[in-house]
């Protein structure tokens, strides 16, 4: 079936890193963007990074540019987030999405787009002070 799988969340201190993985599984790997998002407790899901593997553009989020990096293995159908520096306010679940459109478009313009195809399950990210 069609899925991804959000992995490699975890707890850790402020300054610390982590390296969330999203394995697609059951469509064409190349014919998507792919977008991490995150939504703490109490706010709005926002959209932190996205690559287009059309292009190769990526997009981040104010909150996380020079922190953040988002790369794929395409031989291996995963999409990475490399967090570094991670806040406390980073703390969230984190979930990964792929989107033919924004595809299309690229990354420069996924957050007006918005993703509207396939969400994985979200995976739990705590930093503690």
């Known amino acids: 079936e069609v899925q991804l799988q959000a992995s490699g969340g975890g707890l850790v201190q402020a300054g610390g890193s982590l390296r969330l993985s999203c394995a697609a599984s059951?469509?064409?790997?190349?014919?998507?963007?792919y977008g991490w998002f995150r939504q703490a407790p109490g706010k709005e899901r926002e959209q932190i990074s996205c690559?287009?593997?059309?292009?190769?553009?990526?997009y981040y989020a104010d909150s996380v540019r020079g922190r953040f990096t988002i790369s794929s293995d395409n031989a291996k159908n995963t999409v990475f987030l490399q967090m570094n520096s991670l806040k406390p306010e980073d703390t969230a679940v984190y979930y990964c999405?792929?989107?033919?459109?924004?595809?299309?478009?690229?990354?420069?313009?996924?957050?007006?787009?918005?993703?509207?195809?396939?969400w994985g399950q979200g995976t739990q990210v705590t930093v503690s002070s």
């Open positions: 690559i287009s593997l059309s292009d190769g553009t990526t």
């Open positions: 999405a792929a989107d033919s459109v924004v595809n299309y478009h690229g990354c420069s313009i996924s957050h007006s787009l918005g993703f509207h195809g396939v």
């Open positions: 059951g469509f064409t790997f190349g014919d998507y963007a």
